[in-house]
């Protein structure tokens, strides 16, 4: 049971560019998060998904879009990278919330 | 809107020491509470969660935290600290129709030979 699988493990990106970090998990649960880890700040939630097609805004949302096709993937997108969007990249899901959630180990990204 | 406060974004203990991380948190309704441990390069691992009954709680490795409603409190404690439990820790709280956790800053525990 693989859990929740976060690709790459990092990246590189020159100011501008665009990229697509991938979220999937083989557990079949509904609820998908992405957050965002800077030190000192703790986490910060960028997008949230309750189930396929149904995604919604977090905290630090701008720069940043989603989609949620199947239930398995959550994949978050950049589309003009910057120096800002330097951070360690969390994805999670949960069945309902009430357990917690089971993170991916995460993407660490760098924009310069 | 919830929020989390965690007094101390360093605390360090000697080996075998009480360790207490503090966790105060801000909530509009009854809280589902949660500790979080990241060990270096790693994603988050869940310690232990308050949802509902016992306020008393107790984690993997030998932690236990309280809810204390009155005190807005779910402070992380362990008896006696191990080298292996140096890493950072994070209290959150969940809210939302989607659950989502709202973390703490974060403490990172140094444990002293």
């Known amino acids: 049971n693989a859990g929740v699988t976060q690709t790459p493990k990092f990246r590189i990106l020159k100011i501008g560019q665009s990229m697509t970090l991938q979220c999937a998990q083989d557990m079949n649960h509904n609820y998908m998060y992405w957050y965002r880890q800077d030190p000192g700040m703790g986490l910060k939630l960028i997008y949230y998904s309750v189930g396929a097609g149904i995604t919604d805004k977090g905290e630090v949302p701008n720069g940043y879009n989603v989609s949620r096709s199947t239930t398995e993937d959550f994949p978050l997108r950049l589309e003009l990278a910057a120096p800002s969007q330097t951070s360690v990249y969390f994805c999670a899901s949960s069945s309902t919330g009430e357990g917690g959630y089971t993170f991916g180990s995460g993407t660490r990204l760098t924009v310069v | 809107a919830q929020s989390v406060t965690q007094l101390g974004s360093h605390v360090s203990v000697s080996e075998g020491a009480l360790v207490l991380l503090r966790c105060n948190y801000s909530?509009?309704?009854?809280?589902?509470l949660f500790w979080y441990v990241q060990y270096p390069n790693q994603g988050l691992q869940l310690l232990l969660k308050y949802t509902t009954g016992a306020t008393l709680v107790k984690g993997i490795n030998g932690f236990e935290a309280e809810f204390k409603k009155s005190e807005t409190s779910f402070h992380l404690t362990k008896p006696s600290a191990h080298m292996s439990d140096a890493a950072e820790y994070f209290c959150a709280v969940s809210s939302g129709s989607a659950r989502q956790l709202t973390f703490g800053s974060g403490t990172q525990l140094t444990v002293l030979p």
């Open positions: 909530s509009s309704v009854p809280p589902y």
